[in-house]
Each structure stands twice: as structure tokens, then as C-alpha cells.
């Protein structure tokens, strides 16, 4: 506190009391001038010349203290200590740790039925033998001849608007579990299908695997810039933390960009939502 009354006083010294001694000293001048008589019209013009132009000075002066001493209470703000009581808690959001080559897609699976096939992501083990996938409404909206991974499945929650259905199916294998998350603006994430695609080495079965980011979000869905095919419908959409931010859903072509594929996905918390109809 002390050192910022020094620098105000300081501050205070050459940006007022200079130029108003200087300005005092220029009135002082011109008044004794006025006084002796005015010799020639050109004299007059120069002595109330000056006059002004220590006027404006002065005026510059004030400007500059107000500009100044408004500069030093700021970094008086700036460097005040704020009790640890009154501070406030910032939670800094973790870095991502997870590379998408380390991703465990088994808990991935294929899902057919009469409408056609995409993908199913594990989202719960009832026991070791029952599990819980999501997938999209669209795929499986005729039963009962559902088909989970090659296991027989059937409806337990849906919703037909939002076009998201969770399956229970029954198998033997060992699937991770996909932890549900919220999806941000921005961010990196990648889908997860099963397109079927050709190529000169033959077919691709998958899983595959496209990085994108969230281009925007409107409602319940978000865009996944960043592509999508037939047969990503009802694949998981992951963030770098390894957590399912959406279900793929539809996907586009870009007029303007031919070249370019933009996916429409459902939040999970579509998922959340229908869990707890289910618990009711």
C-alpha cells in the first residue's frame, strides 16, 4: 500500500504540478505584456497563442493524471491478495490422456436386424452372462429378429423421437463397459462403426475408427464434423477421455464441399434420460 502512494505521489508531481507551474508562469508573462500596451496586432496574436496552447497543455495534463492514477488503482486490483476464504475454486478441466489407437473397441458390436445393420456400443453387465448396448431406434425398429454381436437381443427402453434404443442381449465374452459423458463445443472426438467398404486389398469389415470434432449443437443433437457412412448408425461417439459423448445417427454430404461428410449424433444424455424410465 505504501509503495502505491509513492508512485501516486510521483505520478501526481510531474503530470500536475509541472505543467501547472509552467502554465501559471506563461499567464503571468502574457498579463504583464497586456499590460505594458499592445505595440502591433501580430504580438497580440502570438502572447494569447501561447496562452492557449498552455491551456490545452494543462488540459492534456489532467487527462494524463486521470489516465494514470485510473492505471494504478487497476494494478493495485490486480496485485491485491485475496483471503483464501473468499477465493474462488477453479476446477481446471484434465488433460486427455487417451490416444484413439488405445481405444478398447471390443465393446463395440454389430448390430442387424429386418431394417438393416450399424453399430452397438456395452453401456452395463447385468451379470456375466446379460448386457446392456445403445444403439439407434431406426436400425431396430421392427422385432423381433434383433441381433447384438450375433447373440439374440430384445428392447428394453426406447425412444422413438430421439431415435435411441437400449438392448439386452445375452454372451459369454468379457465386453468394457463405456462410461457416458457431455459433449463440448469443439472438441476432438472420434466415431465408431462398422461400415462395410471395399477396397483393392478387399472388404472392410471393421470396426473403424474416423476422428472428427463437434462442430455444433442444437437440442438433443450435436454435428460431428469430421465423417460418417452407412453402417455408423448407432456407433459411439468417444472424447479423449475415453467416455461416449454421443450416439451417430444420420450423416450428409456438404453441398459446398462434396468431399466432405458431416454426421448428426444424439447426446448421451438421451441414454441417461431413458435409464431412468427404465428404473421407474
Known amino acids: 500500500?505504501?509503495?502505491?502512494?509513492?508512485?501516486?505521489?510521483?505520478?501526481?508531481?510531474t503530470l500536475f504540478f509541472v505543467p501547472c507551474t509552467l502554465v501559471v508562469m506563461g499567464f503571468c508573462w502574457t498579463m504583464k505584456k497586456i499590460w505594458r500596451g499592445i505595440k502591433e496586432i501580430?504580438?497580440?496574436?502570438?502572447?494569447?497563442g501561447v496562452f492557449i496552447l498552455l491551456v490545452m497543455g494543462i488540459l492534456f495534463s489532467l487527462f494524463c493524471l486521470v489516465m494514470a492514477i485510473s492505471v494504478n488503482l487497476t494494478n493495485g486490483l490486480r496485485n491485491k491478495v485475496i483471503p483464501r476464504s473468499e477465493q474462488i475454486q477453479i476446477t481446471i478441466a484434465e488433460k486427455p490422456t487417451i490416444k484413439w489407437t488405445e481405444l478398447d473397441l471390443s465393446g463395440v458390436l454389430t448390430i442387424t436386424s429386418t431394417e438393416g445393420s450399424g453399430a452397438a456400443f456395452v453401456i452395463k453387465k447385468l451379470d456375466n452372462q446379460r448386457w446392456w448396448s445403445v444403439s439407434t431406434y431406426h436400425i431396430v425398429k421392427t422385432p423381433p429378429f434383433i441381433f447384438v454381436d450375433g447373440c439374440l437381443a430384445k428392447i428394453v427402453g426406447q425412444d422413438i423421437i430421439r431415435d435411441v434404443v437400449i438392448l439386452e442381449f445375452s454372451s459369454d465374452k468379457n465386453y468394457p463397459v463405456y462410461p457416458l459423458g457431455i459433449s463440448r463445443m469443439g472438441e476432438e472426438t472420434?466415431?465408431?462403426?462398422?461400415?462395410?467398404?471395399?477396397?483393392?486389398?478387399?472388404?472392410?469389415?471393421g470396426p473403424v475408427i474416423h476422428a472428427g470434432i463437434v462442430s455444433?449443437?442444437?437440442?438433443?443433437?450435436?454435428?460431428?464434423?469430421g465423417g460418417g457412412a452407412p453402417g455408423f448408425s448407432g456407433g459411439p461417439i468417444f472424447n479423449r477421455k475415453g467416455e461416449v459423448i454421443g450416439i451417430a445417427s444420420s450423416c450428409f454430404t456438404v453441398w459446398s464441399k462434396p468431399s466432405s461428410i458431416l454426421g448428426i449424433c444424439v447426446k448421451s444424455q438421451v441414454v441417461q434420460d431413458i435409464l431412468k424410465e427404465i428404473k421407474k
Open 1 to 13: 500500500m505504501l509503495r502505491e502512494i509513492k508512485q501516486f505521489a510521483i505520478v501526481l508531481a
Open 42 to 48: 501580430r504580438w497580440f496574436i502570438l502572447e494569447y
Open 190 to 205: 472420434a466415431i465408431v462403426g462398422y461400415p462395410t467398404m471395399t477396397s483393392l486389398f478387399g472388404t472392410i469389415d
Open 216 to 225: 455444433w449443437s442444437q437440442g438433443h443433437r450435436i454435428g460431428f464434423d
